[in-house]
């Protein structure tokens, strides 16, 4: 298919140790989107990136987060030194438009990240 | 500041009945746009609808409808006859014209429909 794809699906990581996520995002797709979704909550936002600019990453939750898009297609959400707090699912989203807010955001299968 | 509210944690139903999902939102953006997504239990947030904050029409779908009022900064969704496969968390999200694009998302309500 021509989703936006996620890898790992799953995650599990010893506390302290530094993890990768990775995103696809839907070819052509300009916008891209780092949510974290806690368990029984709605997606909180992480970072916007505009082709390979990162225009917002106001909700970096610490400076353990860092993500990255260097070609404006795939894009890797870092975190280092994880810790418990830092379980959850994190959620990739495209769209094809800018910073309106009016274009509709297509999701990914998320990655659930568990910090033992 | 912009938040969304979905007061309704969980809702249960029998198979055919109506519901309807409750969205409250604030938002000081004169212009915005206002989502609803469904999350089944495989995870992915599988988009159903848009409205923008100049059309306040209310719109059907199948069995599903929308109503956005923006005199009680509302935007509900019901669905008609539900069926098992209704089953599942609907978010609300907002998104405004000076917000860069992303989207804020409610609590969410768990839909869970019984045969």
């Known amino acids: 298919g021509a989703g936006v794809s996620q890898s790992p699906r799953y995650k599990v990581a010893k506390r302290g140790q530094d993890v990768a996520l990775r995103c696809d995002p839907i070819s052509g797709h300009v916008s891209l989107f780092w949510y974290q979704q806690a368990l029984g909550q709605g997606p909180e936002f992480l970072t916007y990136?505009?082709?390979?600019?990162?225009?917002?990453k106001s909700g970096l939750p610490s400076d353990r987060f860092f993500a990255e898009r260097p070609e404006g297609s795939v894009s890797t959400l870092k975190i280092q030194r994880t810790q418990q707090e830092d379980s959850a699912v994190y959620l990739c989203?495209?769209?094809?438009?800018?910073?309106?807010?009016?274009?509709?955001?297509?999701f990914g299968p998320g990655t659930r990240l568990t910090v033992l | 500041a912009q938040k969304v509210t979905q007061a309704q944690t969980e809702i249960s139903v029998v198979e055919k009945e109506d519901v309807t999902l409750d969205c409250v939102y604030e938002t000081r953006d004169t212009t915005y746009y206002l989502f609803w997504y469904k999350q089944p239990p495989s995870g992915e947030l599988v988009f159903l609808i848009r409205?923008?904050?100049?059309?306040?029409q209310n719109e059907i779908s199948g069995r599903y409808s929308w109503n956005f009022q923006k005199s009680t900064s509302s935007f509900n969704f019901t669905i008609t006859a539900s069926q098992v496969v209704d089953s599942a968390v609907y978010f609300c999200a907002l998104s405004g014209i000076n917000q860069g694009g992303k989207l804020i998302f409610g609590q969410g309500t768990e839909l869970s429909v019984k045969p």
């Open positions: 989203a495209s769209s094809s438009g800018g910073t309106s807010g009016s274009y509709e955001q297509f």
């Open positions: 409205r923008n904050s100049f059309d306040e």
């Open positions: 990136f505009q082709n390979e600019a990162q225009l917002d």
